[in-house]
């Protein structure tokens, strides 16, 4: 079969597979999320996600460790131009908290989101004075017991007045932890009368109101003098005078949340006066303008609730943010960050522009170095060789460079916007979401398949479409030429992060704009190599003649191509088990016996159809549910004695705080980088004799499958993808390694300990 260079695996079926991946993106991520499906490496730590056992319209989620109700308090039914009270009520079991707006060395706020009649305004959460959880040397504040979260709700003066109810929704997520954390979420509905009391709840709310820092009138400052900050108040009750008092910011990376009165922070009485000195947090960002602060005592009211008062100090003086000083970029990033999240002005702006620089150069690398992924490589190789066999037709060659180069970028413009989009709605998301998913990577294996087989000769797309539609395409290369961008971006993508880790963690950091013109670059990059070769003829030039050799080399092709089904196989099986695997694997043998079967003739090819279409129907229906099932986690449990455990936020601080570092390896079956690593570097005998010298507890975080937890700690890292490596020291910054390991740098970062 002579090869003809525009006769590309990228015809109709080609680009409807591709339009079908695409759509599993979002179907598929969403899926993962709305099932919060814990990582496979985490059972042994992480339970399983919240779960309602009621109705999606119910006003109650209950879980193993938590009773969360959606509960209103409206004493005169629904008024125009009057106020109403919303509130979540969450009933924790014992031992398990959940978290204030600043959950301090760990964890993460329970957060509300409203859907309420048009016109009603929902204001902010009016939180309760939270108590100090101590762990270690480590302070969370936090919500033991019960405790409402209430919200006040302005009803519009366009409310109809003759309506008889008015129904609320509200999808809430918190993180509820003991030793080990669980993110966990819930969607209520609540039905609210018009004209009748609501005030079933009424003793709740007046409790929590009685729970919420009194504002002071009097005025207050900080001053930063080195490590600590001289703080002054005034208007406090003249019953406080003497007192010692608690001192709680309301932003975190500020403080050092676990100082103790008499120990790490002073404080006395000038008359009405309240002055104390309080050290600053080791991973403390940029000074911000001014710091909000509850301050509280150990005394209780007697409905149990503490006596707080809340001031906002405005700050004199800036303090060297010591964790952008003392750690890793992508850390600093991160830092940033949430300084701006809440609300703060960084005091290092101009050298964002450099950070942006570096990140676009790191984007354009990384792009260049993804052509030579094995199932991106045989499509640009074939597509620079299909110049060889056209002649000198320099403008046709320019147009196609133009052409895939479009394609590359749009589409790894559209792959960021989607994600950052999602991000922006809440979803907890990093680079590489598309692989999380099992059905995507379903899809993706069989488009690789059939590619496979036709750079293998078995059929030509072209005898599978009407001759009408195929000579269009054969007469708009440039359609070709943008299809293999597409597609190049489709199964390229997750292999980014290694590459790039730093730029897509910044990126996601960034303003949209900014974040896209670092996706942007990545796409140049990746396109340069082939945009390059249509527009200087040298390279042409250089190919060897057109002959027989193209054909062999077009088939050898299929075999890099091949190769990437068999990891995507092995990934699925990560993810959904030995039964989804295998149910992948005779699937793809069922759709290339269909393949050859439409190369046959006559009555034979629709007799071989027909029963290789039922097979693969009953397949579809007998076992399909196995590709999306999650794997059963007997294996991955952790065992006492394994080297390497499952990972947790909370395990990490309480190994901390009893002293002993921790390494974690942020890692996914469908990251070959990961692997990589995995089975050089960190199996090296040098870096397991490193590690056990200094007594380094191992964890894993596996994040094959979407994990909000294992996502939430990469984006305090300041990345957004795998592989992270990160050694955690007690009382210093995390230090976050390079993306490709040696073992020099893995054990010269733990001989630092």
Avoid at 155 to 182: H, N, Y
Avoid at 626 to 632: F, K, M, R, T, V
Wanted: hydrophobic fraction near 50%; include cysteine; proline fraction near 7%.
């Amino acid at each position: 079969m002579a090869y003809d260079g525009k006769r590309l695996p990228l015809r109709a079926l080609i680009f409807t597979l591709f339009l079908i991946a695409l759509s599993a993106l979002w179907t598929g991520a969403n899926a993962q999320i709305k099932l919060n499906i814990g990582s496979s490496g985490n059972t042994a730590a992480m339970d399983t996600p919240a779960s309602s056992n009621s109705s999606a319209d119910s006003h109650i989620v209950t879980t193993p460790r938590v009773r969360a109700e959606l509960v209103a308090n409206a004493p005169d039914g629904i008024v125009p131009g009057n106020a109403i009270e919303l509130g979540l009520l969450i009933e924790h079991q014992p031992q398990w908290h959940t978290y204030w707006k600043n959950p301090g060395d760990s964890g993460l706020p329970t957060q509300l989101e409203w859907q309420l009649p048009p016109g009603w305004d929902a204001a902010d959460i009016a939180w309760p004075t939270p108590h100090p959880i101590r762990i270690g040397n480590l302070v969370n504040y936090g919500y033991e017991g019960k405790v409402l979260l209430p919200v006040k709700v302005q009803i519009p003066t366009t409310f109809a007045a003759d309506s008889t109810s008015a129904t609320v929704q509200l999808k809430a997520s918190w993180l509820v932890c003991r030793v080990e954390c669980i993110p966990e979420e819930g969607s209520f509905s609540l039905t609210i009368p018009a004209k009748s009391s609501t005030g079933m709840y009424a003793a709740e709310f007046a409790a929590a109101h009685a729970q919420e820092p009194i504002a002071l009138q009097g005025e207050s400052s900080a001053t930063v003098e080195g490590s600590q900050l001289q703080l002054r108040v005034s208007g406090l009750p003249a019953a406080l005078q003497n007192q010692s008092l608690q001192v709680l910011p309301e932003t975190a990376n500020t403080l050092h949340h676990a100082m103790e009165a008499g120990k790490d922070f002073t404080q006395q009485w000038d008359g009405a006066v309240w002055t104390a000195t309080v050290p600053l947090s080791d991973a403390r960002g940029d000074t911000p303008a001014e710091l909000p602060l509850v301050l509280t005592t150990a005394e209780r009211t007697a409905a149990g609730s503490a006596v707080a008062w809340r001031t906002v100090a405005p700050i004199s003086g800036q303090w060297q943010a010591a964790a952008v000083a003392q750690v890793s970029p992508e850390l600093a990033a991160a830092l940033a960050k949430n300084a701006e999240r809440q609300g703060t002005t960084p005091a290092t702006l101009p050298a964002a522009s450099g950070s942006l620089w570096l990140a676009l150069l790191g984007g354009l690398i990384g792009g260049l170095i993804l052509n030579l992924m094995p199932c991106v490589f045989p499509i640009l190789a074939i597509k620079v060789l299909g110049f060889a066999g056209h002649g000198n037709q320099l403008r046709e060659q320019r147009m196609a460079g133009l052409a895939y180069t479009a394609g590359v970028v749009l589409s790894f413009l559209a792959l960021g916007g989607l994600l950052l989009a999602l991000r922006a709605a809440g979803q907890q998301l990093g680079w590489g979401f598309q692989l999380q998913s099992p059905l995507v990577v379903a899809l993706l294996a069989t488009l690789f398949t059939v590619i496979g087989l036709n750079l293998a000769g078995l059929f030509e797309f072209g005898h599978f479409v009407p001759s009408s539609l195929a000579g269009k395409q054969a007469s708009n290369p440039l359609t070709n030429a943008f299809l293999s961008g597409v597609l190049a971006v489709a199964i390229a993508s997750p292999c980014t992060a290694p590459f790039m880790g730093a730029s897509m963690g910044l990126a996601i950091s960034m303003p949209a704009a900014q974040a896209l013109l670092i996706f942007a670059a990545l796409g140049i990059g990746m396109a340069l190599p082939y945009l390059l070769a249509s527009w200087v003829p040298a390279v042409v030039r250089w190919l060897p003649r057109p002959g027989a050799w193209m054909d062999t080399f077009r088939r050898a092709m299929a075999f890099p191509m091949f190769a990437t089904v068999v990891w995507l196989v092995w990934v699925l099986g990560q993810q959904s088990g030995i039964d989804g695997a295998a149910t992948l694997l005779a699937f793809l043998v069922l759709l290339a016996a269909l393949i050859w079967s439409l190369t046959l003739q006559g009555r034979t090819r629709w007799v071989f159809c027909i029963i290789l279409i039922a097979g693969g129907a009953y397949l579809v229906c007998a076992t399909g549910k196995n590709l999306s099932n999650p794997e059963p986690q007997i294996a991955s449990a952790a065992q006492p004695n394994a080297r390497w455990q499952p990972w947790s936020a909370a395990l990490v601080a309480e190994t901390n705080a009893a002293g002993r570092p921790v390494f974690v390896d942020f890692t996914a079956a469908w990251c070959v980088t990961c692997q990589y690593n995995k089975r050089t570097t960190l199996s090296n005998p040098e870096v397991l004799q490193a590690f056990d010298g200094k007594q380094v507890i191992l964890l894993r975080a596996d994040w094959t499958r979407q994990d909000p937890a294992i996502t939430a700690a990469l984006n305090q890292l300041g990345r957004s993808g795998v592989p992270v490596y990160v050694l955690y020291a007690p009382g210093k910054a995390p230090v976050v390694l390079s993306e490709v390991l040696s073992v020099q740098e893995v054990v010269n970062a733990v001989n630092t300990l």
